[in-house]
């Protein structure tokens, strides 16, 4: 046990980090003037803000721990588990990113209504929810570990801690403060990882020199069985790729890397982010086998995935002073904390903006939208907490949560994507098979305590090829036997290479009498406009009137955001929110070469919505 200094430190050293989280999350508060600043940062990050957030999201604290018990257990082989998965989803991104970033949307749920149609979009909310939810629990998992190896402290106290500190500076920041954070947590994991893994390695040998050091290697690795070595060592080549299908679909269509997409500052930003993402991944990850080839030759080797998702952490706590100890607990706890807010984050903007704003409240004001989603990740948390006190392994959580993600959005989000084809009935008949039979394999392996595998080898992994395989059958069967989809439903997402397609409109460059914010991201410029409005504006009368006025004006993912339909881009669209009670945001993300046009297009806007105004009032 540590000493009563190093918790004490451990302590300060948090309190520190809290204090640093709530300047941060009101620097990015005072910066939110638009519904892209708070989800997606302005889209203005980096290649290198998305490589350290996107290998961060996924690198988490308890992804360090149980990575390394892993490579202990059982070798090599599980590489296929985690490590490969994680990387090749991330260059998988990378590989589609230009689609991704071209999307009109600001959820995957809201991306599948303008797709497909409405019916789909709560209930991949709601699994996407579910999903980031156990996610975070995976966190919460670690950071008991973390509390409960170093200083003794009880899991519900560690949760308790953990939720608690989460919330205080959760209701401050946006997307944009989850990604400083992601960036903190990331390089300090990574020296931890690359620091631990080699004192691990140097421990056993005990050299005198260099030299020395060398040539005990060879012995230190020939004192592990043959079988550590081994990559197919669970279940063969047929193994590897059953585990591949079970976690990489899931991964790929992941919610939370492409906000990060979706919030680079172009394309190229996004891709080389992803790329860079997927190196930093590789490099702590063969820190932490490096750790493992250590550890075995240091301990026992244990006997479950607990004990062994653990060891990580008694090694430091037998080989490090309390004071190095009390810096490494509260990297640790950054890191859980990070990692959590952001799975929060994702999750609660799924419920605030495709279930509140988009099915109860569609007039709600942004800055009411912000504070709703806050809440909603409060919520989130103290679900994912409590969660974790009755999941007793942090692969668990993680596998479960992608599983069900694997089964029944997919499909879906990659086909709508990628196949002009696919239909509302294809998608929702993917959704509701697929995902819903993956819930009753899982369900049935936890009130039948038993694990599917045993009964036949090809339902691994909670019998995944099953759900996946349910998925795309009737993903692909049913979309072929019914109607194509509308063209106003493929438009958006099969633009022509060169531009997206224009039906001109005669404007006059009358923009100049107008405050039209401008700010150029990359390829693209984000031109926003407010108008204000009288604080009695019914939003949904105010929507009717303004589409009899001009009836380009639609609504193609809920009321609560109007576009000016001229382009089949929607990005480049105008599209019209409730700012506040007295404001109208107009946004409009047109390539910087059609700035001039789009700046004239929105001083037509301005007078419809005028107009629609004065006949409401």
Same mark, same amino acid.
């Given at each position: 046990?540590? %000493?009563?200094?190093? &918790? +004490?430190? #451990? #302590? %300060?050293?948090l309190a520190g980090y809290i204090i640093l989280l709530v300047l941060i999350g009101f620097a990015s508060y005072k910066r939110q003037r638009s519904m892209v600043d708070f989800w997606l940062a302005g889209r203005s990050l980096s290649a290198f803000n998305i490589g350290l957030s996107a290998a961060a999201s996924w690198l988490t604290a308890g992804a360090l721990l149980f990575v390394s018990g892993l490579f &202990?257990?059982?070798?090599?082989?599980?590489?296929? @588990?985690?490590?490969v998965p994680n990387i090749l989803a991330l260059l998988l991104i990378a590989?589609?990113?230009?689609?991704?970033? +071209?999307t009109p949307a600001l959820t995957q749920p809201e991306l599948l209504e303008i797709r497909y149609n409405s019916k789909i979009r709560a209930p991949v909310a709601l699994i996407i929810t579910v999903t980031m939810v156990l996610f975070s629990v995976s966190d919460f998992k670690g950071f008991q570990y973390v509390l409960g190896v170093f200083y003794g402290i009880p899991q519900y106290h560690a949760v308790l801690i953990m939720a608690s500190v989460i919330s205080i500076y959760i209701l401050l920041g946006g997307f944009r403060a989850v990604?400083?954070?992601?960036? @903190?947590q990331f390089i300090f994991l990574a020296l931890t990882a690359?620091?631990?893994?080699?004192? %691990?390695?140097?421990?056993p040998l005990e050299p005198a020199n260099i030299n020395d050091a060398v040539n005990r290697a060879g012995t230190l690795l020939n004192g592990i069985d043959s079988t550590w070595y081994d990559p197919f060592f669970l279940g063969g080549v047929s193994g590897a790729l059953i585990l591949m299908l079970a976690l990489l679909p899931g991964w790929v269509a992941e919610q939370d890397p492409w906000q990060r997409v979706l919030a680079a500052r172009d394309v190229k %930003?996004?891709?080389?982010?992803?790329?860079?993402?997927?190196?930093?991944?590789?490099? &702590? #990850?063969t820190a932490c086998l490096a750790a493992a080839i250590g550890l075995r030759n240091i301990y026992a080797i244990p006997v479950t995935v607990?004990?062994?998702e653990q060891l990580y952490l008694q090694f430091i706590l037998d080989h490090f002073s309390p004071v190095v100890i009390a810096l490494f607990a509260a990297g640790f706890a950054a890191a859980s904390m990070s990692c959590t807010d952001t799975f929060t984050t994702s999750g609660a903007s799924c419920l605030s903006r495709d279930i509140y704003q988009r099915h109860l409240y569609p007039g709600a004001t942004q800055y009411h939208m912000q504070w709703i989603n806050r809440l909603l990740i409060v919520l989130l948390i103290a679900i994912a907490a409590i969660v974790s006190l009755y999941v007793e392994s942090i692969l668990e959580a993680v596998i479960i949560a992608t599983v069900i993600a694997t089964s029944s959005y997919f499909f879906p989000i990659m086909g709508g994507l990628f196949w002009k084809r696919a239909n509302s009935c294809g998608a929702l008949s993917a959704l509701i098979i697929g995902g819903g039979?993956? !819930? !009753?394999? !899982?369900a049935y392996e936890f009130t039948h305590q038993i694990r599917l595998e045993q009964i036949h080898p090809l339902l691994t992994e909670h019998g995944v090829l099953v759900g996946l395989g349910l998925s795309a059958v009737s993903f692909i069967s049913i979309s072929l036997v019914t109607q194509p989809p509308p063209q106003q439903n493929t438009k958006p997402f099969f633009l022509p290479e060169a531009t997206s397609k224009t039906q001109t409109e005669p404007v006059k460059p009358q923009s100049t009498l107008l405050d039209i914010k401008r700010q150029i991201t990359g390829e693209r410029a984000q031109l926003t406009h407010t108008i204000q409005t009288p604080q009695n504006l019914d939003w949904k009368q105010f929507t009717q009137t303004l589409q009899k006025i001009n009836p380009r004006w639609t609504t193609p993912a809920g009321s609560n955001t109007i576009y000016r339909q001229i382009h089949q881009d929607l990005l480049t669209c105008i599209n019209i929110t409730r700012g506040t009670d007295t404001q109208i945001w107009l946004a409009s993300e047109p390539s910087v070469r059609q700035m001039q046009q789009l700046e004239n297009e929105i001083y037509q806007a301005h007078k419809e919505i005028i107009e629609a105004i004065n006949m409401r009032v």
């Open positions: 046990m540590a %000493a009563l200094g190093g &918790v +004490n430190l #451990f #302590f %300060a050293l &202990v257990l059982i070798g090599i082989g599980s590489i296929w @588990i985690f490590v590989a589609i990113s230009k689609k991704i970033k +071209n990604i400083w954070t992601d960036s @903190i690359v620091s631990v893994g080699a004192i %691990a390695l140097y421990l %930003a996004a891709r080389r982010g992803m790329i860079l993402g997927a190196l930093l991944l590789a490099l &702590v #990850f607990p004990e062994a039979s993956q !819930i !009753i394999l !899982i």
